[in-house]
Nanobody, 116 residues
Framework: QVQLVESGGGLVQPGGSLRLSCASS????????MHWFRQAPGKEREFVAS????????NYAGSVKGRFTISRDSTKNTVYLEMNSLKPEDTAVYYC?????????WGQGTQVTVSS
């Protein structure tokens, strides 16, 4: 069983920054690719970013490329999502996800609201 716990969400003004964290209950962040998704009200959940297990190479959705950065700290079993130049359309619940040999696991999500 894997547990993922997101934190770091909140209310921020347009142009502001937030750093989200996803802590895992096991040392998995360096063994499997880790992903961030988000879901806005009335919309489907969408991919935001992912980080490869070994190379650390990252992929981003076009809407966040250049503004968001995914990273991980294997010593803390934590994956981060640094979000800069936030826009109102970034408002959503943000989730981290991992797929292991035992299944796919999601965190409970953390709310990000971008509003003046």
């Amino acid at each position: 069983q894997v547990q993922l716990v997101e934190s770091g969400g909140g209310l921020v003004q347009p142009g502001g920054s937030l750093r989200l964290s996803c802590a895992s209950s096991r040392s998995i962040s360096s063994d499997y690719p880790m992903h961030w998704f988000r879901q806005a009200p009335g919309k489907e959940r969408e991919f935001v970013a992912s980080i490869a297990r070994s190379s650390g190479s990252a992929n981003y959705a076009g809407s966040v490329k250049g503004r968001f950065t995914i990273s991980r700290d294997s010593t803390k079993n934590t994956v981060y999502l640094e979000m800069n130049s936030l826009k109102p359309e970034d408002t959503a619940v943000y989730y981290c996800k991992v797929t292991t040999a035992l299944g796919t696991y999601w965190g409970q999500g953390t709310q990000v609201t971008v509003s003046s």
